[in-house]
């Protein structure tokens, strides 16, 4: 889907503007008349008429977003009874704010020229709720033109051919470590950890069943996890329950058909997980993969992220531009007056006029505070603090800190002013919310250290089953992971410990012997699981140092498999 708004639709919606929005104004006024007093019919079928030719309006320039949620404007008032309240304060809120959108929105494409559909997703499913219709989900807007049967190869999936024996206890392994993960997602821990848990159990489900047309399913899963490690957003309460169907899927395969024959793609849940993949940012080097696997669907990336939308959502709850502009038309007014102020101040190297400007540097901070602009505003704040120190300073005017201040209030100006030529779109608010969420620096350097120590074990043991168990490849292994263990003592992490130190005993005796065990590979992607887990842990707590020691019991498991127990 082509975000970008075609040159007939914005055409067609400048001739249509000012009648749109001073009907949709007039509606929501009706509507409100009618709330006050519900006998009153006329005010109740001049909404109606109203919302009817604005959505119509809209569907003819091909509008969808803002159609489909007139629409929806329109089905609900048609349930308004003359001398009945049926909705609770909650719809009513809905209804208000949908009524506040419309036109918000239509003004973000003015400003824009980009047709964000989904960000209305939230305001039409609101309405659907009064009528007690369906949800839509994110993927509504968007279209894949087919589902691909043919299985997608990729250079970071190896295909895997296993026993049909085999199957079953490797399965239920993965939906294990895949429970482990959901629950820490469902329970709003550090997301980060849990969904490379998820992403690295999917990746080995996509492997075993690379020859089977439910593979791609499993690479979509793959892909959308991946997208989502590195995002800052937390995961939506849809994609949370995506999450938990995905689960079902992989309870499915083990209960109806392990082998993974018979199973075919769920259409619904793949257009939700493809469109995830195609609104993802964060893909890194599977980018190229990731535009050719959307083809077998028949679209591509969108030219756009969850994270972009994210902040037009919040852009398009602001205030709309009538509001911002008489606001700024009041703010410019009084920031000249302050500049001058400062200049006459300056000039006459005398800060008696200190007082009415530290008053009015208050005013202007609340001024941009009504519009949202609150990094900005607390600013002024700032250097109406300084003018209030610099007025009881007896030791004359300093010039350069009057300078600073000078600096700082058209750096502000100018902001402003932007904010309001684009009525609030295309721009960050100012604010900054900034999370410290960080362990000591020791305990952090020694997590970290752990988590880079991992990452080479699990490439010296891939470079040791390519190479025919060369040893030469993992001579070092059992030094990096005495070198873990010895940090998790330090910090405490006692049951960790012990798992690492099982783990060396597995290494020196096992992948360091001379004779390898007719099995050494089965061995290794069970060892390999282990390492993964304690991954996930060190990870998890470089996110949350009250992470739960109970994770470490996938790899506490893998060992017991491998004939090792820490009891």
């Given at each position: 889907?082509?975000?970008?708004?075609?040159?007939?639709?914005?055409?067609?919606?400048?001739?249509?503007?000012?009648?749109?929005?001073?009907?949709?104004?007039?509606?929501?006024?009706?509507?409100?008349?009618?709330?006050?007093?519900?006998?009153?019919?006329?005010?109740?079928?001049?909404?109606?008429?109203?919302?009817?030719?604005?959505?119509?309006?809209?569907?003819?320039?091909?509008?969808?977003?803002?159609?489909?949620?007139?629409?929806?404007?329109?089905?609900?008032?048609?349930?308004?009874?003359?001398?009945?309240?049926?909705?609770?304060?909650?719809?009513?809120?809905?209804?208000?704010?949908?009524?506040?959108?419309?036109?918000?929105?239509?003004?973000?494409?003015?400003?824009?020229?980009?047709?964000?559909?989904?960000?209305?997703?939230?305001?039409?499913?609101?309405?659907?709720?009064?009528?007690?219709?369906?949800?839509?989900?994110?993927?509504?807007?968007?279209?894949?033109?087919?589902?691909?049967?043919?299985?997608?190869?990729?250079?970071?999936?190896?295909?895997?051919?296993?026993?049909?024996?085999?199957?079953?206890?490797?399965?239920?392994?993965?939906?294990?470590?895949?429970?482990?993960?959901?629950?820490?997602?469902?329970?709003?821990?550090?997301?980060?950890?849990?969904?490379?848990?998820?992403?690295?159990?999917?990746?080995?489900?996509?492997?075993?069943?690379?020859?089977?047309?439910?593979?791609?399913?499993?690479?979509?899963?793959?892909l959308a996890l991946n997208?989502?490690?590195?995002?800052?957003?937390?995961?939506?309460?849809?994609?949370?329950?995506?999450?938990?169907?995905?689960?079902?899927?992989?309870?499915?395969?083990?209960?109806?058909?392990?082998?993974?024959?018979?199973?075919?793609?769920?259409?619904?849940?793949?257009?939700?997980?493809?469109?995830?993949?195609?609104?993802?940012?964060?893909?890194?080097?599977?980018?190229?993969?990731?535009?050719?696997?959307?083809?077998?669907?028949?679209?591509?990336?969108?030219?756009?992220?969850?994270?972009?939308?994210?902040?037009?959502?919040?852009?398009?709850?602001?205030?709309?531009?009538?509001?911002?502009?008489?606001?700024?038309?009041?703010?410019?007014?009084?920031?000249?007056?302050?500049?001058?102020?400062?200049?006459?101040?300056s000039q006459a190297q005398?800060?008696?006029?200190?007082?009415?400007?530290?008053?009015?540097?208050?005013?202007?901070?609340?001024?941009?505070?009504?519009?949202?602009?609150?990094?900005?505003?607390?600013?002024?704040?700032?250097?109406?603090?300084?003018?209030?120190?610099?007025?009881?300073?007896?030791?004359?005017?300093?010039?350069?800190?009057?300078?600073?201040?000078?600096?700082?209030?058209?750096?502000?100006?100018?902001?402003?002013?932007?904010?309001?030529?684009?009525?609030?779109?295309?721009?960050?608010?100012?604010?900054?919310?900034?999370?410290?969420?960080?362990?000591?620096?020791?305990?952090?350097?020694?997590?970290?250290?752990?988590?880079?120590?991992?990452?080479?074990?699990?490439?010296?043991?891939?470079?040791?089953?390519?190479?025919?168990?060369?040893?030469?490849?993992?001579?070092?292994?059992?030094?990096?992971?005495e070198t873990i263990r010895?940090?998790?003592?330090?910090?405490?992490?006692?049951?960790?410990?012990?798992?690492?130190?099982?783990?060396?005993?597995?290494?020196?005796?096992?992948?360091?012997?001379?004779?390898?065990?007719?099995?050494?590979?089965?061995?290794?992607?069970?060892?390999?699981?282990?390492?993964?887990?304690?991954?996930?842990?060190?990870?998890?707590?470089?996110?949350?140092?009250?992470?739960?020691?109970?994770?470490?019991?996938?790899?506490?498991?893998?060992?017991?498999?491998?004939?090792?127990?820490?009891?």
């Amino acid at each position: 889907m082509d975000n970008e708004l075609p040159t007939n639709a914005i055409s067609s919606l400048n001739l249509v503007r000012d009648e749109l929005l001073a009907t949709v104004e007039k509606s929501a006024k009706q509507l409100e008349e009618f709330f006050e007093n519900t006998a009153d019919e006329t005010s109740l079928q001049g909404c109606v008429d109203g919302l009817q030719q604005i959505s119509g309006t809209l569907e003819l320039i091909q509008l969808r977003g803002p159609h489909q949620l007139a629409f929806m404007l329109l089905s609900v008032t048609k349930e308004l009874t003359p001398g009945h309240q049926k909705l609770d304060d909650d719809e009513l809120q809905s209804l208000t704010t949908a009524f506040f959108i419309l036109p918000r929105y239509i003004e973000f494409l003015e400003n824009t020229r980009q047709d964000h559909p989904e960000l209305l997703l939230p305001y039409i499913n609101d309405l659907k709720g009064i009528l007690n219709q369906s949800q839509l989900p994110p993927s509504h807007f968007f279209s894949i033109k087919r589902i691909s049967k043919e299985p997608f190869s990729c250079d970071w999936i190896n295909p895997r051919q296993i026993a049909e024996s085999e199957y079953l206890p490797l399965v239920l392994r993965l939906r294990h470590m895949y429970q482990v993960a959901l629950l820490a997602i469902l329970q709003n821990k550090a997301q980060k950890p849990p969904l490379i848990m998820m992403a690295k159990c999917i990746e080995r489900l996509a492997s075993i069943y690379s020859s089977k047309p439910i593979t791609n399913f499993w690479i979509a899963v793959f892909l959308a996890l991946n997208s989502s490690v590195n995002s800052s957003l937390p995961l939506t309460q849809h994609k949370k329950r995506v999450l938990m169907e995905i689960e079902k899927q992989i309870k499915s395969l083990i209960k109806l058909d392990i082998a993974g024959v018979k199973t075919n793609i769920p259409i619904a849940l793949t257009k939700e997980l493809v469109y995830w993949v195609a609104v993802g940012a964060n893909h890194g080097d599977k980018l190229s993969s990731v535009e050719q696997f959307l083809s077998k669907f028949g679209c591509s990336r969108l030219p756009y992220s969850d994270e972009d939308l994210s902040k037009e959502f919040d852009s398009l709850k602001g205030p709309n531009a009538q509001t911002i502009g008489s606001v700024i038309a009041v703010f410019e007014e009084e920031i000249s007056t302050a500049k001058s102020i400062l200049e006459v101040s300056s000039q006459a190297q005398s800060t008696a006029e200190f007082g009415a400007l530290y008053e009015l540097l208050n005013k202007l901070a609340e001024i941009l505070a009504v519009v949202g602009l609150g990094q900005p505003s607390i600013e002024l704040k700032q250097q109406a603090k300084v003018i209030a120190a610099m007025s009881e300073d007896t030791t004359g005017l300093d010039k350069f800190a009057l300078s600073e201040v000078a600096d700082a209030l058209l750096q502000i100006e100018n902001f402003v002013i932007q904010y309001k030529n684009t009525a609030g779109y295309g721009i960050g608010n100012g604010d900054q919310t900034i999370a410290e969420n960080q362990f000591a620096e020791a305990e952090q350097i020694v997590l970290q250290e752990a988590e880079t120590g991992l990452t080479l074990v699990k490439r010296a043991l891939s470079s040791y089953a390519e190479s025919n168990f060369d040893h030469g490849h993992i001579r070092n292994v059992s030094k990096t992971l005495e070198t873990i263990r010895g940090g998790m003592t330090l910090l405490h992490r006692d049951r960790c410990a012990r798992v690492l130190e099982l783990c060396n005993h597995f290494v020196e005796t096992e992948l360091l012997s001379d004779e390898h065990p007719t099995v050494l590979l089965q061995l290794l992607e069970i060892f390999a699981d282990c390492i993964i887990s304690l991954e996930y842990y060190i990870s998890a707590l470089q996110s949350d140092k009250s992470t739960d020691d109970s994770i470490l019991q996938i790899a506490e498991e893998s060992l017991q498999s491998l004939g090792l127990s820490g009891q």
